[in-house]
């Protein structure tokens, strides 16, 4: 399991998370003592379920690595900096500039140095927003906003339960959405973005889910021409991300 090795971001203690809880306070995840039948640790856990908050169970070895007081009492939680959007938010914000949408959707990216890469490449090419999974995900804490660069500040960012409930919602709005796969028969060069677009980029080890791949519309590939059949899934998103880009710049002309 990957900590995220910035410290400002945790909350460590029972009664400061469970405090952060009945505040409302922006929470991506929430790590508890394995095994622990503590009812304090079960009332947090249950508070955090039921706002949405993903509880990971681990051993105190993990807990104790992750800490920064070394006095967790059982329990760390991971604070967003920044609070998320809905898939909404992201579409009005295309229709306020009056651009078509640009969406990118990030299918369980789990290292939080790829997806803020994605974010700043997203800031850079224009995008409107960026959706990610509650789940199996990295989140907007302290790493990804450093390695951002700032973009974390600007890029509206929503966290979904089901991705591929968010892709027919973006489908329904009249986008089209393009899943980024290795092998994919159409090339981003002879794929026209132009119009409303919802990228989606893979994880790094197992790219698209299947159910998020059913959801494309079509899937486009990179070409290749090294030894290497595929590119790391932030710099892959920088290299469609901007296609679109020139796409929508060249027609502007």
């Not at 369980?108 to 803020?116: A, F, H, K, T, V």
Request: aromatic share 4%; with cysteine.
């Amino acid at each position: 399991m990957a900590f995220e090795t910035e410290r400002e971001d945790l909350i460590e203690g029972r009664n400061a998370v469970i405090e952060a809880l009945r505040a409302g306070r922006s929470i991506d995840k929430i790590y508890l003592a394995k095994g622990e039948t503590d009812r304090t640790l079960g009332h947090i856990a249950s508070k955090a379920r039921a706002q949405g908050v993903v509880v990971v169970e681990t051993d105190r070895r993990k807990l104790d690595a992750l800490s920064a007081t070394k006095a967790h009492q059982g329990v760390v939680a991971v604070a967003a900096v920044k609070d998320y959007c809905t898939v909404a938010d992201i579409l009005r914000a295309a229709e306020e500039k009056g651009e078509p949408p640009f969406v990118i959707v990030c299918d369980e990216i789990s290292d939080p140095q790829n997806l803020g890469a994605v974010l700043r490449s997203a800031e850079c090419a224009g995008a409107h927003g960026v959706i990610i999974p509650k789940r199996r995900s990295a989140g907007i804490t302290g790493v990804v906003e450093k390695v951002s660069a700032g973009a974390a500040e600007y890029v509206p960012v929503a966290r979904v339960p089901n991705l591929s409930a968010a892709l027919r919602e973006l489908k329904e709005q009249g986008l089209w959405v393009y899943g980024s796969a290795a092998g994919a028969e159409r090339s981003l060069w002879e794929t026209d973005f132009t119009g409303p677009v919802c990228l989606v980029i893979g994880s790094e080890g197992d790219g698209m889910g299947r159910l998020v791949a059913e959801n494309c519309d079509f899937l486009v590939g990179i070409p290749m021409r090294g030894r290497l059949d595929s590119l790391n899934a932030a710099t892959a998103a920088g290299v469609l991300m901007y296609e679109v880009l020139r796409q929508r710049a060249a027609t502007a002309r």
